[in-house]
């Protein structure tokens, strides 16, 4: 067990802790939540942390924990103004509470490196799954990062999994913009892999678009036919047949829509 979960049960135990105690485990919370997803907004950071309002994330960058960086739409259509990331001091301090070797990443240091055509597609991720814990309605997530440190090659990396309270996981992939042909074969075919090799038991297709929900819905439908791509050997892909979406993948796909 480590201290923070030691923190966590002692609360359970004893009932609300004293402030000092409170702030050192939401401000854990809150670093090892980017140190998991690469980076965060002071918006999901007040949802980790549990109190609406806090100033959290503005206290952690004081204190250089974290490091804010303008995004490039600067908040324009209701996007994060900023990214936060742990500064070198901040990963030092993760790494302080971790004791399992496998739980260590790679964790990009640099923020200029990370993609921000895919914040709007995390940003969903992260608050949903931060919703979702703060309800009880998961104990447990694994985002894509941590599944690929222990993954085999070019295993399946769902864009997070969560883990429900009876111990089950779900896949849950982020749709917002349409995949085609190749791209679309190879997605279909790693989600049944997925299913079939048993790393989750269900898979959740979330979207804002009802012509995505339900295309993608229709293509994992018991026998629609998909298509079989190979590599030449100068590496050039070139569909070379069919599949066909098997038995087992009844019920195991749902796709949802969302505002």
Request: positive net charge; charged residues 25%.
């Amino acid at each position: 067990m480590n201290n923070l979960q030691a923190l966590q049960k002692a609360r359970l135990a004893r009932g609300p802790l004293p402030p000092v105690k409170a702030g050192l485990v939401r401000m854990r919370k809150a670093l090892v939540w980017v140190y998991r997803w690469g980076w965060s907004s002071a918006k999901i950071l007040e949802l980790v942390g549990g109190s609406a309002r806090s100033g959290l994330a503005a206290r952690l960058v004081h204190r250089g924990f974290l490091k804010a960086t303008k995004t490039e739409s600067g908040g324009y259509g209701g996007g994060p103004s900023a990214l936060l990331t742990l500064t070198e001091k901040g990963l030092t301090e993760v790494e302080k509470w971790i004791e399992d070797p496998a739980d260590l990443l790679e964790y990009q240091l640099n923020p200029f490196r990370i993609d921000q055509s895919k914040i709007r597609h995390s940003e969903l991720a992260q608050t949903s799954t931060a919703k979702n814990i703060s309800n009880g309605l998961i104990s447990d997530y694994i985002t894509e990062s941590m599944a690929a440190a222990k993954s085999e090659k070019n295993a399946k990396q769902h864009d997070i999994i969560w883990i429900m309270p009876d111990g089950s996981r779900q896949g849950i992939e982020v749709e917002l913009s349409a995949k085609w042909k190749r791209k679309l074969d190879q997605f279909i075919l790693s989600c049944i892999l997925s299913i079939k090799r048993k790393n989750v038991d269900i898979i959740f297709i979330v979207t804002d678009s009802k012509a995505i929900q339900r295309r993608y819905q229709t293509a994992f439908e018991v026998g629609k036919p998909f298509g079989k791509w190979e590599s030449s050997e100068r590496g050039f892909a070139k569909k070379s047949g069919t599949y066909e979406v098997p038995d087992f993948m009844e019920g195991k796909v749902l796709c949802i829509l969302i505002d």
